[in-house]
């Protein structure tokens, strides 16, 4: 394994949250990620595309630096704020989509069908929260301590808001109850965000005193109509999904894609799971499967090595 | 230094590489949702879906201990998510069962759609199913930089650790990040105008050029005919 | 038709920041000449270099094969000049190697067919196996990603190759294998580097630059065996010429 960065898993994978909440930010995520490609194409300049390509590349690469906390665990930066100021709301969605996109294909972090739940919660929210925050607080042309207390709040609010966000949409897959979401992921991204918001301050400060050129570059136009009208638009989409959903004038694979998750009342019992030890047959059968994968996995592999090797 | 984290198994020789990228994101995308949608108690369909990506993963040539490595790092996050749920009784160790099996299976069909192909093949796969060409681009170049920059940071690491002695407190520790990231931004900044100017200079002029075409062959049509069919046998039979 | 491969007349260019980096500069290359470019670090070599395809863009005149860049098109000019870039890593940006070296001519419109042919001879030009197409930069050793960046600026067919210190960071043999390789191309050449052995190997002529100006232009081993001069810009004679004096 490589020397020195590591990386832990972070992003919501598939199975957690219902059908209908992963599809209805994926449809968002994904309606989002065509207007900002489309805006990018139509208003940004091409000299951002490498831009955008290395700081993917950075972000990636920074995710997996760690920094001890609390002596036992670890933290790192996300990196969503600052790529909002830096680049401008179009542009940070489309970086930090693409970094997210890339963990799930190469650590596997996050699932197929939550990319959706995860580009929103680390893409759009953080990148969104953290450019808005920034500009409210008129940090554009601050410098000194203005600018670095206006990275922190930019760099802390969107680790908040996003973990916020995460919480709500296990709660509405019924996965984790609100109260222990906001509590125990809102609390912990609240104090790791203050090492996002620290962070995010010093890596500013750093550019205002080394190059104070990159963080005055006109890369972003301002919020024009265009972008409210396809704000409503995008926002709109997943409630759509989510509408349609408690309809009943849908065929029946659409419906059952788009319904709740199962009725948990409806677990078949097998004759051995009527006792206590239930749940350990339970533990026992999961593992077993993972042997019965492994042995029939061998099996095709040794018959398919002797037709090659013949 | 050599970095193999990534498209390690990209280049086996299997009748799953050697198929078009297309087919391989659209087969196992619907593996994946059929997957999602096994009600909670069916356990032969389970069953069912765990020997198809047994075979399907034995054709592969990926390592088995690569396969379940993969699966295994992230089911422990799944499990803790799972005892987080708002169920009592029978019915929390049932959902707890079912999303095991979920994530497992949807875990495992992952790490196969995402060794069955070289990057770039893969890449060229999204291009082609409508992935934005910006969001294509950005995919290559951090494959492509991702190396690069790695390397910068081990040596900037290195380059800290021998002037460091003994472990320093959290604040220490990130003051240095905090100015190791921000060269590091700068850096890459100054290495995206060198790359825009070499795009430049080889005739550049904002819009990617599309590049080979692809050939189709019978295999992807057999590859996808079977999850259809397969799918659609454990769902109605 | 011009005799002149490239003719550069009162060259300025200031940085963005203000600070000159080139000064009233005067360069004319006949077709098939062979000038290195000579000078301490920041002498603004990578900087002339880059006005030679209107990357950047100065006040003054650069005309290449007779077409003037500032109204001439664009598409031409960097069709007529390849720029080889000192770090072969910013030069090598697509996923795999074939793309890199497809990247040039397909963006000046050649076909697909044609392309893989390009890509092939661009290969064997720079003395690389077609098992290269496939592969990825970031698993190649340094003199294997100069030799394919390299390529890359081949397969566009210059008629005008500026080179930006490319025996950097090579070990010898590799530096050797390059130098070779550059000997035996037919463009015309301007080769800015701090490789003077290189230098006297490969070019009848050489400039030194300054501070943005340019001190001397002529033969090269009468400008790299004057001592005086070459102290006088960070430089110094070169080893075989020395022995040769003394």
Known sequence: ?310 | MKHSFIDRFGDLDSPLHVLDARTKIVGFTALTVAALLIPAGNSGQFFAFFFFIAILAGISQIPLQYVVGRTAVILPFVLLAGLAAPYRGTQRWAWLAALLLRSTLCLLILVLLTNTSRFAEFLRGLRKLGCPRIMAVNLGFLYRYLFVLSDEIMRMRQARDCRRVGALGTISEMKILGSMLGTLMVRSFERADHMYHAMLSRGFSGEFPVAAPRRFSWRDLAFVSLVALFIAATFYL | MTDYAVRITRLNYSYPDGTQALESIDLDLKKGERVALVGPSGAGKSTLLLHLNGVLKGSGTVRILGQTIADGDLKFIRKQVGLLFQDPNDQLFCPTVFEDIAFGPLNLGVDAQEISKRVEKALSDVMLDHSYASRSAHHLSQGERKRVALATVLAMEPNVLALDEPTGNLDPGNRRHLIELIAGLPATLILGTHDLEMVLALCDRTVVLDRGKIHADGETSAILADAGLMEQHGLEVPLSLRSRRG
């Open chain 1, 1 to 310: 394994m490589r020397d020195g960065l590591q990386f832990r898993p972070m992003h919501i994978p598939d199975g957690i949250l219902t059908n209908r909440i992963a599809l209805s930010l994926d449809a968002l995520s994904g309606a989002s990620i065509l207007f900002a490609s489309r805006r990018f194409k139509l208003e940004l300049s091409a000299r951002m595309i490498p831009i955008m390509g290395v700081l993917s590349a950075f972000i990636f690469a920074a995710q997996m630096l760690n920094f001890p906390v609390f002596g036992g665990t670890s933290g790192h930066l996300v990196g969503g704020a600052l790529l909002g100021i830096m680049l401008g709301p179009m542009a940070g969605l489309l970086t930090m989509a693409t970094v997210v996109v890339a963990q799930a294909l190469f650590l596997q972090d996050g699932g197929l069908l939550a990319l959706g739940a995860n580009i929103f919660n680390i893409g759009a929210i953080t990148v969104f929260s953290g450019s808005a925050v920034f500009r409210l607080l008129g940090a554009e042309q601050a410098s000194g301590r203005r600018l670095a207390l206006a990275g922190f709040v930019a760099g802390w609010f969107s680790m908040v808001l996003s973990a916020s966000a995460c919480a709500f949409q296990l709660a509405l897959s019924n996965a984790v109850p609100l109260g222990i979401g906001l509590t125990a992921m809102g609390g912990y991204h609240a104090v790791i965000g203050v090492a996002e918001g620290a962070l995010t301050a010093g890596v500013i400060s750093f550019l205002h005193k080394v190059r104070p050129d990159l963080l005055h570059r006109d890369f972003t136009p301002g919020f024009k109509l265009v972008d409210w009208a396809g704000g409503l638009v995008l926002v709109a989409i997943p409630l759509v999904v989510l509408v349609l959903a408690g309809s009943s004038g849908l065929p029946d694979p659409l419906q059952s894609l788009l319904a709740g998750p199962s009725s948990i009342a409806d677990a078949a019992v097998s004759p051995l799971l009527s006792n206590r030890n239930q749940d350990l047959y339970r533990v026992l059968g999961y593992l077993a499967l993972f042997a019965l994968f492994a042995a029939i996995f061998l099996a095709v592999r040794w018959i398919r090595n002797r037709k090659g090797a013949s």
